[in-house]
Nanobody, 121 residues
């Protein structure tokens, strides 16, 4: 599975961005997907995950602000990010695995290249 993440950029606090991650090379609908982020000097952390059936999990730090979704026709997952805060600044990565547990644990094999999100006034 090859993953291509996009949609990052510079946004002011309170603004919105939508990240996309498009998969190729396998049957997308079989895969659970996730979004992780890594800020400078910090460990990579799970932001959100979605099962192949569309059930989502969001980190407490983003609940009510971020929403993960998937479109199996377009082989793409999205992360809609609203009410962005300074602390959301990070490189965001998407990941994929046929095991949802491996996606959530971050032990899966497939990762996208990352897209930078910078929240700054």
């Amino acid at each position: 599975v090859q993953l291509q993440a996009s949609g990052g950029g510079l946004v002011q606090p309170g603004g919105s961005l939508r990240l996309s991650c498009t998969a190729s090379g396998s049957i997308f609908s079989f895969y659970a997907m996730g979004w992780y982020r890594q800020a400078p000097g910090k460990q990579r952390e799970l932001v959100a995950a979605i099962t192949n059936g569309g059930v989502t999990k969001h980190a407490d730090s983003v609940k009510g602000r971020f929403t993960m979704s998937r479109d199996n026709v377009k082989n793409t997952v999205y992360l809609q990010m609203n009410s962005l805060k300074l602390e959301d600044t990070a490189v965001y990565y998407c990941n994929a695995d046929r095991s949802y547990l491996r996606v959530v644990a971050g032990t899966n094999d497939y990762w996208g290249q990352g897209t930078q999100v910078t929240v700054s006034s």
